[in-house]
T-cell receptor, first 112, second 112 residues
């Protein structure tokens, strides 16, 4: 079936270091979304990428959508303790179904 | 606006018991979803409802039933709970135009 794989599963960084999580799909995605879930909380939408090769920035966060629309990445520059949480990518294979396929998530721990 | 609300927040069931998880949204969204979240597995879609009056199976529907009671409410029923259904359950909703999903706070279910 359709799968979205995300690596790494866990990442521990020192505060101030950079962090990247990668997302790969077995099929072409119509778009990709990123969510953040704080410990004990619920997923919260961060951003959506639609176009091939698209790059979007939100302050210290940079999101990329691959040229083939099968992979994506989230890069955080100079991590802070407020970045702690689990980051999920999620893709729509077809916008008609409304069904999102989530990656397994990357859990980020930041040591102060 | 309350957004997406879920009840109960916590529940402990014995094997074989039944229960219904309630979800409601006040954002006039057409589409609603039920996910389960297990460690290392990301979010897996159980059932979804693209619009009032329609429901469809997701990735892991076995052991569950749903009802789209009206545009606001989407319930998930466990007819005969099993330990494998111990999980955190999230309800979400979205509009057709943005596809951004809004999540409820979750129900933490333990089946003993």
């Amino acid at each position: 079936g359709q799968q979205v794989m995300q690596i790494p599963q866990y990442q521990h960084v020192q505060e101030g270091e950079d962090f990247t999580t990668y997302c790969n799909s077995s099929t072409t995605l119509s778009n990709i979304q990123w969510y953040k879930q704080r410990p004990g909380g619920h997923p919260v939408f961060l951003i959506q990428l639609v176009k091939s090769g698209e790059v979007k920035k939100q302050k210290r966060l940079t999101f990329q959508f691959g040229e083939a629309k099968k992979n994506s990445s989230l890069h955080i520059t100079a991590t802070q303790t407020t970045d702690v949480g689990t980051y999920f990518c999620a893709g729509y294979v077809s916008s008609n179904t409304g069904k999102l396929i989530f990656g397994q998530g990357t859990t980020l721990q930041v040591k102060p | 606006n309350a957004g997406v609300t879920q009840t109960p927040k916590f529940q402990v069931l014995k094997t074989g018991q039944s229960m219904t998880l309630q979800c409601a949204q006040d954002m006039n969204h057409n589409s609603m979803y039920w996910y389960r979240q297990d460690p290392g597995m990301g979010l897996r879609l159980i059932y979804y409802s693209a619009s009032e009056g329609t429901t469809d199976k997701g990735e892991v529907p076995n052991g569950y039933n749903v009802s789209r009671l009206n545009k606001r409410e989407f319930s998930l029923r466990l007819e005969s709970a099993a330990p494998s259904q111990t999980s955190v359950y999230f309800c979400a909703s979205t509009t057709a135009s943005s596809y951004e999903q809004y999540f409820g706070p979750g129900t933490r279910l333990t089946v003993t």
